[in-house]
Structure formats: C-alpha cells, structure tokens
C-alpha cells in the first residue's frame, strides 16, 4: 500500500547508572541515524533502562527513557554497552530478560563489560567470549564455564556475540551490518562514520603500533597495499618480506605490531571480503569467484568463507540473489 512506512528491524540498547555517553553512542550513530540512502528501511533503535526514567551518565548529565526491560526484552537486536560493576551480581530482573530474549531467538550483543551483563544470565556458559582486557581475569573468576578469550576485538558465537574495549563495539556492530546487508552497505556505513570498514575479530586487542611509527612499519603498509592489489598472486610471508626488504622473521614481527595480526591470517581475510562482490552480483562458478580472489582450489575458498562468514559461498549468494540477506 502507498504511504505505508515499511519497518526495519528492532535493536534495543540498555542504558545504565554511571554510563559514558559514548558506550550508548555506538550503537546509536550505528543503528539509530536515520538512513536515507538505501533503498529498504533501517533499524528501528529504541534506548532502555532498567527502571523509565532519568539514567545518570559521566559528566553530570541524565538521559530519560520511557522504555524499561519489557521493551528491551521485545527488540531482535539486543545490546548490553556495558555493567555499572563488573564485581556485582546482575540484576534478576535484567538476567530473566536477556534469558526470555535468547530462547525466543534474538540477537544478543555486549560491548566492553557488557559481557558480564550476559554471562550473569548464563547465555555464555560453555561459550568462547571476549570482554575488554582489564576485565578479562575476572570475568574469567567469577563465570568459570565461560571461555575467557582476551586477545580478540569481537566473537561471533552465533546468536550471541561480544566485543572487547568501545571502539571494538564500533567493530562488532559494522560486522552485524555486514551479516545482514553485505559488506557494500557496511562499507558505505564506515565511511560515514570515517572509520576503516572492517577489522577482523580475531584481530588482537592490543597494537603495539596502530600507525606506523618508523620506517619499518611503513614498509610493512606498503607491503600489504601490494598484496590488495595482487590477491591473485602467489603470495607467501617471504614474498611480503622481500617486498618489504626484511627477512622473514623481522617481516613477521612488524607486521604483528602494526596490526595485530599474522600475514597469511590477513591475508586470507582480504580474500574472502574481496568475493562477497562477486557472489552478491554475480553469477560465476564458485570455482572462478575463488580463483579470482586468489584461493588455490574451490575446496579452500569454502573452508575459509564458511570459517569467516559461518555460511558456504553458494549461501551466501542465494540469500543477496533472492533478497533474503
């Protein structure tokens, strides 16, 4: 029918005593700005609280919120930003929410502390989860059934995922529109917010050196702006290393302090991102998409796709093909 608004899907974000405006902005510069350049409707954010009312933040300021538990219990996305105290219990009332979420089968989401939030509730028992590093040791006390990884900016454990320190939220949350709109929307998103489109999750909180702080560094970044442009090619640590005028070994260990990561794991990361294009679009065998993107064998596409998107390339390009996404 003409005129009728269509809806997008619900996220709920819960506020909370003592937040920093900027664990709540995430979400809503992500999912809460409206936008007009896409053709099909946004997410529909709504903030909560435990309790309706005024929520004190940092800096001597108060959000209101009309909504409490029932409608952050409602949304298909819910986000916990964070816990006014990672050594308090959670709240019943807020553990029988989350708990009556998870079973009808919402998206669950912590960012930094909020990963106490959820494990309170028993959602991460037998799980491997993250939180922010100065947490970590005592999210690990205190839910021993949890597996404590600290080393990694977000985990995607199906319909439950957690982040590490706020920014690494940013991180999730784009991951999330790259699941359900694909990596161009994510893209276009990250751009204007200004931040770098994709960071994988297995990416180490920690980086010794976020930009390049000497010459070394810098032939590292040239390095890599080589292997985008050549994914096609055979390339191993030693031909980065030769294109960087380092040995292997010192190759190995800048470019873990420039990013966070290995060579090869980054390196298989561009790959798949540079065929979610063709399988969105296209109609070439999987065996050309994974040749085009430099897999050796169509064999090794899947595995890495499928560990990197938890679905299989012909999935994947049936669900953008048919508008399932």
Same mark, same amino acid.
């Given at each position: 029918m003409l005129?009728?608004? +269509?809806?997008? !899907? *619900?996220? =709920?974000? $819960? /506020?909370?005593?003592?937040? =920093?405006?900027?664990? @709540?902005?995430?979400?809503?510069?992500?999912?809460?700005? !409206? +936008?007009p350049e896409f053709d099909f409707p946004w997410y529909e954010l709504t903030i909560c609280a435990d309790t309706p009312g005024p929520v004190r933040v940092v800096g001597g300021a108060a959000l209101h919120t009309e909504h409490g538990l029932d409608a952050f219990a409602a949304a298909e996305t819910l986000i916990v930003p964070g816990v006014p105290d990672v050594h308090a219990p959670v709240s019943p009332a807020l553990a029988d929410a989350l708990r009556a979420a998870h079973d009808r089968g919402a998206r669950i989401?912590?960012?930094? =502390?909020? #990963?106490?939030?959820?494990?309170? #509730?028993?959602l991460?028992?037998? +799980?491997? /989860? *993250?939180?922010?590093? +100065?947490?970590?040791? *005592?999210? %690990?006390?205190?839910?021993? /059934?949890?597996?404590?990884? #600290?080393?990694?900016?977000?985990?995607?454990?199906g319909p439950v995922l957690t982040s590490a320190g706020s920014a690494a939220g940013l991180d999730l949350c784009?991951?999330?529109?790259? $699941?359900?709109?694909? !990596?161009t929307v994510a893209n276009m998103v990250a751009r204007r917010l200004v931040v770098q489109p994709h960071r994988d999750g297995g990416q180490a909180q920690f980086v010794e050196a976020p930009v390049p702080a000497d010459p070394e560094d810098d032939r590292v970044a040239r390095s890599m702006e080589w292997a985008m442009t050549n994914l096609t090619a055979t390339i191993t640590v030693?031909?980065?290393?030769? %294109?960087?005028?380092?040995?292997? %070994? *010192?190759?190995?260990?800048?470019?873990? %302090?420039?990013?966070?990561?290995? !060579? @090869?794991?980054w390196l298989i990361t561009q790959r798949v991102h540079a065929s979610l294009p063709l399988l969105e679009s296209g109609s070439a065998p999987i065996e050309e998409v994974a040749a085009s993107v430099g897999f050796d064998t169509a064999v090794t596409f899947r595995h890495h796709f499928t560990q990197a998107m938890r679905t299989s390339p012909s999935a994947y390009r049936r669900a953008f093909q048919t508008g399932a996404a």
């Open positions: 005129g009728v608004r +269509r809806r997008g !899907p *619900t996220v =709920s974000v $819960l /506020a909370f005593e003592g937040m =920093s405006v900027f664990e @709540i902005g995430i979400v809503s510069e992500v999912f809460g700005l !409206p +936008r989401m912590s960012i930094c =502390s909020g #990963a106490f939030a959820l494990a309170g #509730a028993g991460l028992d037998g +799980r491997r /989860a *993250t939180t922010h590093w +100065r947490y970590a040791e *005592t999210l %690990r006390a205190r839910h021993p /059934a949890v597996e404590v990884d #600290a080393d990694v900016l977000y985990i995607d454990d784009l991951h999330v529109i790259r $699941l359900d709109h694909g !990596p030693d031909v980065l290393a030769r %294109r960087a005028h380092m040995s292997p %070994r *010192t190759y190995l260990r800048h470019f873990a %302090r420039a990013t966070g990561t290995t !060579p @090869i794991r």
